[in-house]
């Protein structure tokens, strides 16, 4: 069953039959969020808290 | 198989990002105050600042970089952070882009992830370092920061178009041309992104740092990410070959805790 759908489009098939789209939904909000929190966010409270962290990955600060 | 793919994803992610997270404790929490305090604080500062100021480390902790939160809070914050951002890029590239990808990823087991997290540094850091280069502590930068931000993201979406696009043309060619010849086009097809580097608007750079201070975090941030994407791969690779070794039952019944319990 695992190899038998060795395609990208069959990937996505099975992808599309195994999860629910609130399960979609949810994983891609918990994604977005994390990934703009980390990367974009620009509030000075949570920016001043990532400074160190933004330098030392390398991303655009201040 | 999916919820299997994530979660060997994810656990790479915890590894490389626990690891990332001590480099920031110990190295950039440090460093980065320490360029903080040099960029922005008194620049009466000469060339002898080691011998002459040596009490000016321990004196000003807090006073530098007029921060909104505490020293603590920023150096706290800042290591989950670290350990967030490992979580994320092995949840998402090692987990969801891998489980789409992996049928059309050259090469056979290691080297898939291996493959995979270059073209996530890519991606991720990369790219977006060819117009904001990594290193602007305690620097004046020509472009405002909601414009950076947009050409950081848009350069991360150029960097993913690329690194796609080298994986089809590799895929395309290999049948046709032979390995060689793909993995070189595979290559130049990468250099596309000069294109978008070449157009965005420049982010002139005037830095108050010594330039060997400058360069020096240069290297430890460029080294921070790629550390962190071999972190990635060596786990995911490991992690992988240790599910092939219990057998692909084990990928489809979504193991609990590798015991293999027939539902």
Partial sequence: ?62 | MLAAYLKRGVKAGVVAGLVFGLLIAFVANPLVAFADELGHGSHAIGDNHEHATGEHHEGSGGAQHDSTVSMTVTNGVSIVSGVLWGILLGGVVFGIAYYFLEPVIPGTGGTQSYLLAVAGFITVSGAPWLVLSPQRLGAEQALPAELRSMLYGGMMVAGAFVCLLAGFVYDRLRDTHGRPTATIVAMLSLGLLAIPAALSPVNAVESSLPSELASGLTGTIVFGQALLWLLLAGTHARLRRRSMDTGPAAIATDPTDGTLSAD
């Fill in chain 1, 1 to 62: 069953m695992p190899t038998a759908n060795n395609t990208v489009h069959g990937r996505v098939e099975q992808a599309r039959v195994e999860l629910t789209p609130t399960q979609l939904a949810v994983g891609l909000a918990l994604v977005a969020a994390l990934g703009f929190a980390l990367l974009f966010v620009q509030d000075p409270m949570l920016h001043d808290s990532m400074h160190n962290f933004r330098h030392a990955a390398g991303i655009t600060c201040h």
